[in-house]
């Protein structure tokens, strides 16, 4: 035996004959759902779920909101028709967030950054619901305090 692979071509190279059960489970859980529901409902309930989110984000965080209780503010930057986007928003901040991406993190919220100013957040429909994107909002207002106080 050598350490050299020598596989089929193309993907049928990387089929193995006993997939790992960790890699099974989680396919076997996702396709007990797309049993029970349609696309249809799946893809509504993502601009919904997006839609609430995105209506927080400007209540809360827009540069011309009453309710934003920072002087930080963050503007979305994906596009406002739901047929031009999937579930990610990306919200476009006023100030750097290094501190902002950090104290989401401390507070267990999965989010993602892009230098100098943007961060992404996806409330996924599949296992994110309105209370999370509630919470998000709670989070992120507290991170924005945070970072208002170290400027």
Same mark, same amino acid.
């Given at each position: 035996m050598d350490n050299v692979l020598d596989l089929d071509d193309g993907a049928a190279g990387y089929r193995i004959s006993n997939p790992p059960i960790h890699l099974v489970v989680p396919v076997m859980g996702i396709l007990e759902v797309f049993k029970t529901v349609t696309l249809e409902d799946l893809r509504s309930r993502s601009c919904y779920l997006t839609g609430y989110l995105e209506y927080l984000i400007k209540h809360f965080f827009g540069e011309s909101s009453q309710h934003r209780s920072t002087k930080i503010f963050c503007s979305i930057i994906t596009p406002p028709e739901f047929h031009e986007r999937g579930c990610q928003l990306s919200l476009r901040f006023s100030v750097s967030i290094d501190i902002i991406y950090k104290?989401? &993190?401390?507070?267990?919220?999965?989010?993602d950054k892009r230098y100098p100013d943007v961060i992404r &957040?996806?409330?996924v429909h599949l296992y994110n619901n309105y209370v999370d994107c509630r919470r998000f909002v709670t989070a992120l207002e507290e991170s924005c305090k945070v970072a208002e106080a170290s400027l």
């Open positions: 104290e989401l &993190v401390r507070r267990g919220v999965a989010v &957040v996806t409330p």
